[in-house]
């Protein structure tokens, strides 16, 4: 199903270039031109086919309540005609949101109710007490007759990860590293396989604290290459990611990603979110700055720009 405009531009980044005297584009995912644009929109093209093809009537997923996600899945199956319900968090691992951030208001928030998305809140707690309540959820429009889709936390899924996959096709330009923000895993999954055989390095920002991360994107990897076995199994050990950027925790801003935000804004006039590219981009910074990134380098912005308007 077609959703987003793409492909999405590809440019050099010409005055930060010259300022960090690094070769540095940028995939400008923040432009896929569906619900205020992000990466999510390219798994929804796989993702709601799917659930349209089933006949489903809900679809039911979960994730922190300013979920990039489930704003576009929101957007996705309104215009299909079908329900979309989500067990929200406001942050999620058991953590408390820092002092004066209204993380329940604005935002995505605004958006959500716009599209009329059925957000269900809970106390925060960890991801796996999230997925439970998210079933729980899936359980009760079941019983009440209607076909349900359950959709994973950012729809982290192998079709999410093929949508990443054929978004490498877009690629006009050869690259020594990709860099971009990663967290539930379907981008990272889908960059790695589709660059697998070739001399372009896939790093990964991490905007999540759990090192285990990497062994769910094995096991989306694994499900790709159930669909097609000309996709590679990855191991936890094939990805490369950095935890060093993701600050005070997953979901709560960054001095150092606040500070990559006002210089890409200042320099190129490009707008990041403070959870996730904000991140990823003050991690390339610092790893050009100590000479661990060099060469023709793409950061691949995933979008977020609601988040802004939060924090």
Not at 176 to 190: E, Q, R
Not at 242 to 250: A, C, I, K, Q
Not at 264 to 283: H, M, N, Q, V, W
Request: charged share 20%; proline share 5%.
């Amino acid at each position: 199903m077609n959703l987003i405009q793409s492909p999405t531009p590809l440019h050099r980044l010409n005055r930060l270039s010259e300022e960090l005297g690094l070769d540095v584009w940028i995939k400008r995912d923040d432009l896929t031109g569906f619900a205020m644009g992000g990466n999510k929109g390219r798994k929804l093209e796989y993702l709601i086919a799917d659930v349209l093809a089933q006949k489903a009537e809900v679809v039911v997923t979960c994730g922190a309540a300013q979920s990039n996600f489930i704003r576009q899945l929101g957007a996705a199956c309104s215009i299909c005609s079908v329900h979309c319900a989500a067990a929200v968090m406001a942050m999620p691992f058991d953590i408390q949101a820092p002092e004066g951030a209204a993380i329940e208001e604005g935002g995505n928030l605004v958006l959500d109710e716009l599209l009329g998305v059925d957000l269900r809140f809970h106390p925060n707690g960890t991801w796996d007490h999230l997925d439970v309540l998210a079933e729980q959820l899936a359980v009760e429009f079941e019983r009440e007759g209607k076909r349900t889709y359950r959709l994973p936390v950012g729809g982290s899924s192998p079709l999410g990860a093929y949508a990443f996959i054929k978004a490498a096709e877009e690629l006009t330009e050869s690259f020594d590293f990709i860099v971009f923000a990663s967290s539930s895993g379907s981008t990272h999954t889908g960059l790695q396989t589709a660059f697998r055989d070739t001399g372009t390095r896939i790093l990964g920002i991490a905007c999540d604290p759990e090192p285990e991360i990497a062994e769910d994107f094995a096991e989306l990897s694994s499900g790709l290459n159930g669909m097609d076995p000309t996709f590679p199994k990855l191991d936890a050990g094939d990805y490369q990611l950095n935890f060093d950027y993701v600050g005070p925790g997953y979901g709560i801003p960054s001095a150092e990603g606040n500070a990559a935000i006002r210089l890409l804004a200042r320099t190129e006039g490009i707008f990041l979110d403070p959870i996730y590219s904000g991140k990823a981009f003050a991690g390339l910074l610092d790893l050009a700055e100590r000479g661990q990134i060099s060469g023709k380098v793409l950061f691949w912005h995933t979008g977020g720009t609601p988040g802004l308007f939060v924090h």
